[in-house]
């Protein structure tokens, strides 16, 4: 047969494989069964692109501005006591692409998603606890009349050496980070003190990296957060945060005082309404009592008025009673005196006639002071 003859047989299963190649090879070198394993490969070969396409992005470079903005949201999100292992790694690194991205101020290009950004971090703070482990190293040691920016230049000339000539390009970052009480070199010396020693050459696993591997887990369950520290001490001038059970607890106690604060608040305002309700009464009360004191003076007067009407009624009433008695007094002795007056005197003795006379003239001249007699 000639080899031409079986030409689309290699076309079909490729340049590389001859009819007679197949015809001698010990397994078929492609799938008979079905096309899936192309669907399959060509499914991963697109995962493949969209990881490297994320990658790549993660890997452009960040301005200093952006990277110091990225340091600051990491510091401000991770040590949130307030929130602490509640939050999950994914849920932190939205907050912090929200942070970094709105309230940092920065215009980002690169970045577009949390796995980038975390990438950045992750190469930011390797760098940062190498160079940190051995600038504390020096510090731990420092010769005489060593500036802190001479223990500086050596820390980076260290890092170089270890790092194949590559020098630290992480300085903007690295002092934000010391600032941060999370970072505080001496007190996270002094918290690691009782901590098991490792055997390292001061770059692997330097005390700052200790103190942040055993604070930060960047576990899928869950961001763990370190509050060993004392809550509050000052080191280098500067106040670490309260951890998570301090918070907690500074909330607790909030909440009580708060309710104590709310039941005293309502107990007062039933006291001010009981005591408003009492006055209410209290004014009610006087009310009606004024009202009938008033009545009671009033029927008072009028019953003294009506009193002394009657009394004086009967004051008239009894002169009026005397004036007749005097008048039946009088009406009788007239009547007597008329007698006296008209007594025939002949008929009677000359002695007799002679009193007769005598009380006649007593009796004219008494009438005539009364004015009984016309002028």
């Not at 802190?148 to 050496?161: G, I």
């Not at 001496?186 to 055997?199: A, F, I, P, Y």
């Not at 390292?200 to 942040?212: E, F, H, K, S, V």
């Amino acid at each position: 047969m000639n080899a031409s003859y079986f030409s689309h047989v290699s076309q079909q299963f490729g340049s590389g494989f001859t009819y007679q190649g197949l015809l001698n090879a010990p397994t078929i070198p492609f799938d008979t069964r079905n096309g899936n394993a192309t669907k399959e490969s060509k499914h991963k070969s697109k995962a493949t692109q969209k990881y490297n396409s994320q990658s790549s992005v993660s890997n452009k470079n960040l301005t200093q501005a952006e990277d110091v903005a990225l340091t600051k949201a990491w510091l401000y999100i991770s040590v949130d006591s307030d929130i602490g292992n509640s939050q999950k790694n994914t849920a932190m690194w939205d907050r912090i692409l929200l942070t970094w991205k709105d309230n940092m101020e920065v215009e980002y290009s690169n970045v577009q998603n949390t796995n980038s950004l975390q990438c950045r971090w992750v190469k930011i703070q390797g760098a940062v606890n190498k160079f940190h482990g051995l600038y504390e190293r020096l510090e731990r040691n420092p010769q005489s009349g060593t500036t802190p920016e001479d223990m500086k230049r050596e820390a980076m000339r260290m890092y170089e050496n270890l790092n194949d000539g590559k020098s630290f390009n992480y300085d903007h970052c690295w002092k934000i980070m010391i600032k941060n009480p999370k970072w505080c070199s001496k007190g996270l010396t002094k918290t690691n003190e009782s901590r098991k020693q490792k055997s390292y050459n001061g770059i692997d696993n330097p005390p700052l990296l200790r103190a942040t591997q055993g604070s930060i887990s960047n576990e899928e369950d869950g961001y763990v957060m370190d509050t060993s520290a004392a809550e509050g001490t000052n080191y280098d001038g500067v106040v670490r945060p309260q951890g998570r059970k301090g918070c907690k607890e500074k909330k607790r106690r909030f909440n009580e005082e708060k309710g104590v604060v709310d039941a005293l608040n309502k107990l007062q305002c039933t006291l001010e309404k009981q005591i408003d309700v009492h006055q209410e009464e209290l004014e009610l009360k006087r009310e009606k009592d004024k009202k009938e004191l008033e009545l009671r003076e009033q029927m008072m007067k009028k019953e003294i008025k009506i009193k002394e009407k009657a009394q004086k009624i009967k004051e008239k009433a009894q002169k009026i009673k005397i004036k007749d008695q005097e008048l039946k007094k009088k009406a009788q002795k007239r009547e007597q005196q008329n007698l006296i007056i008209n007594q025939d005197l002949n008929k009677l003795s000359l002695a007799l006639q002679k009193t007769y006379e005598m009380y006649q003239a007593q009796i004219l001249k008494e009438w005539k002071n009364d004015g009984l007699f016309a002028k």
